[in-house]
C-alpha cells in the first residue's frame, strides 16, 4: 500500500511540474496559436483570391478566343477594304499581347501563391 502512495505522489509531483511548466510557457503558447490561426486564415484567404482568378481567367480565355475568331472571319471578309481588314488584324495582335500579358501576371500571381 505504501508503494500505492508513493507512485501516487510521484505522480502528482509530475503533474505538478508539467502545470507549472505549462503556465510558464503559456504566452509563447498562445502566440503560436495565434500565429497558426493567422496562418489559417490567410491560406484560406489566398485560396479564395486563386480561385477567383482562376474562374476570371476561364471567363477571359473562352471571351478571348470568340472574340479573335470573330475579328479572324471579319478581316477575311471579301466586302472589306484592306485599311478595316488591318484594323481587325490589329486588333487581334493587341489582343494577344494583352492575353499574354494577364497569363504572365497569372503565373506571376500562382507562383506568389506557392511560395
Keep these: 500500500m505504501n508503494d500505492s ?13 508539467i502545470a507549472k511548466e505549462l503556465i510558464k510557457n503559456l504566452p509563447e ?16 484567404a489566398f485560396q479564395a483570391a486563386l480561385h477567383a ?3 476570371e481567367l476561364q471567363i477571359n480565355k473562352e471571351n ?7 475579328l479572324t472571319e471579319l478581316s477575311k471578309t471579301e466586302g472589306s477594304d ?8 490589329e486588333m487581334i495582335r493587341s489582343l494577344f ?8 501576371d497569372s503565373s ?3 507562383e ?3 511560395t
Aim: include cysteine.
Design 5 to 17: 502512495s508513493m507512485s501516487q505522489q510521484d505522480l502528482t509531483k509530475t503533474s505538478a511540474i
Design 29 to 44: 503558447i498562445i502566440g503560436s496559436l495565434k500565429e497558426i490561426y493567422a496562418l489559417r486564415s490567410k491560406k484560406q
Design 53 to 55: 482568378r482562376c474562374v
Design 64 to 70: 478571348f478566343g470568340t472574340l479573335v475568331q470573330s
Design 82 to 89: 484592306e485599311a478595316t481588314k488591318d484594323m481587325y488584324r
Design 97 to 104: 499581347d494583352l492575353f499574354a500579358q494577364r497569363s504572365r
Design 108 to 110: 506571376a500571381f500562382s
Design 112 to 114: 506568389f501563391m506557392n
